[in-house]
């Protein structure tokens, strides 16, 4: 979508931020306890993604930064590549760490594999309640309905799956938002026009994992823009 200049609209853009801030501030809460809170961040990390893989992985190691900061969440990374080929990290609250091995991961020619990422994720929050999945990618290529099982399933044990759409993809687009609604979780496609834009969802989500809503709206006293917005719609 453009201007009257000819340049991309930012339009489309604010209103699905505006729609994701609505959909986290609708997710499942966190139970208050002594322990703090875990975030899983998955990626896609086959060959498609690779153009753009610097800048993701510069914004997403902001997001490893946040939860330096807040304290008390510890974040698992996990990916998929090449031939069938998924990891995952130990849980960790040492953002360092991840930003060093999240840097380390090269891009492989594969298909997607986010069904691995939610049975992972379910059989997980299972043994301890994980507080959100981030999902980042930009394709999919599995049975839609197999893997929206699973999403189902996620949503029964309050795990809120925040699917991050990149690029224009439909069939990604459509399999991602159905995986969100069905988890009780959140939207949202982005670009390089958005990155702003994401770096603050992304944030946003780092601190609702932490601590809920009272952490939430703690953060949007300094860091004001979208993170104010989403603490503002929690509000009751």
Known sequence: MTGKDGLPSNKKTGSGVDAFLRQVAAAPR????????????????TASRQPTWDRAARL?????????????????LGFFRGFG???VSPWTADAGALLKLMT????LAGETQISKIFKHARNETSKRKIDALVYVGDSFE????????????????GLPAFMFHEGEDPLAGFAFQQFAKLS??????????????LRELL????????GGRRALENLATNAGGEVKLLADQMKT
């Open 85 to 87: 080929e998924f990891k």
């Open 104 to 107: 380390s991961v090269n891009c």
């Open 142 to 157: 599995e049975d839609v309905d197999e893997v929206g099982k699973i999403a189902g399933e996620l949503g029964l044990l």
């Open 203 to 210: 944030r946003a989500v780092a601190v609702f994992a932490a």
């Open 60 to 76: 997403q190691g902001e997001m490893f930064e946040v939860a330096r900061e807040l304290g008390g969440l510890d974040i698992q």
């Open 30 to 45: 966190r139970t208050p306890s002594n322990e703090g809170g875990r975030l899983l961040f998955a990626m896609d990390a």
């Open 184 to 197: 009780g979780g959140g939207y949202c496609r982005f670009d390089a026009a958005s990155a702003d834009a």
